[in-house]
């Protein structure tokens, strides 16, 4: 079965600080990589995607993704207490771009 | 633009009956699904479909159907409610071919079986 592996946290950062999120997946023939905020009652929403191995940056976030590996990571500089939310790990898992998502990280900024 | 809507917005329902969840999207996205999520979990695909009259199971389809008469509407049906299908229910829509591959969510239908 196809999984995806997120440490469910909390994961607790200072303000300013940066917040390391880490993420595995089985399925060594993924191509596609996603993460998703999303705050308590409410949908997810796309931050960052990335494809190929490597780091891709935007604004204070970077995304990094090793697939000899199969993990993804996600880091978020300056960390605000607005960044505060459950982030999901997402893989694409082949055509018509069906996604596994991980349980989520729980992060908590504080002031 | 209202995006992906889903209504209603809660629901309660008992053991038994029947419901069909709405899911509509403006931007004529080609595919759509269907996700639950349980509390402290991520989303589950359910059902899916690339197009009207085509439609396909996902990874947790028991105790579901769904239909896409349009480009537009993707309803998810529930027959005999049971208490393990409480969760939250969340529509999502994607234009292939577009890149990223962004799945738009709606905003989401909190359903309690009692």
């Known amino acids: 079965q196809k999984e995806v592996e997120q440490n469910s946290g909390p994961l607790s950062v200072p303000e300013g600080a940066i917040a390391s999120l880490n993420c595995t997946y089985s399925d060594r023939g993924s191509q596609s990589f996603f993460w998703y905020r999303q705050y308590s009652g409410k949908s997810p929403e796309l931050i960052m995607s990335?494809?190929?191995?490597g780091d891709k940056e935007d604004g204070r976030f970077t995304a990094q993704l090793n697939k000899a590996s199969q993990y993804v990571s996600l880091l978020i500089r300056d960390s605000q207490p607005s960044d505060s939310a459950t982030y999901l790990c997402?893989?694409?898992?082949?055509?018509?771009?069906?996604?596994?998502f991980g349980a989520g990280t729980r992060l908590a900024v504080h002031p | 633009n209202a995006g992906v809507t889903q209504t209603p917005k809660f629901r309660i329902l008992k053991i038994g009956q029947s419901m069909t969840l709405q899911c509509t999207q403006d931007m004529n996205h080609n595919y759509m699904y269907w996700y639950r999520q349980d509390p402290g979990m991520g989303l589950k695909l359910i059902y899916y479909s690339v197009g009207a009259g085509i439609t396909d199971k996902g990874e947790v389809p028991n105790g579901y159907n769904v239909s896409r008469s349009t480009t537009e509407d993707f309803p998810l049906r529930l027959e005999l409610a049971a208490p393990s299908q409480t969760s939250v229910y969340f529509c999502a829509s994607t234009l292939a071919g577009s890149g990223p591959y962004e799945q738009y969510f709606g905003p989401g239908t909190r359903l309690t079986v009692t």
């Open positions: 997402a893989v694409n898992i082949g055509g018509y771009n069906k996604l596994i």
């Open positions: 990335i494809y190929s191995n």
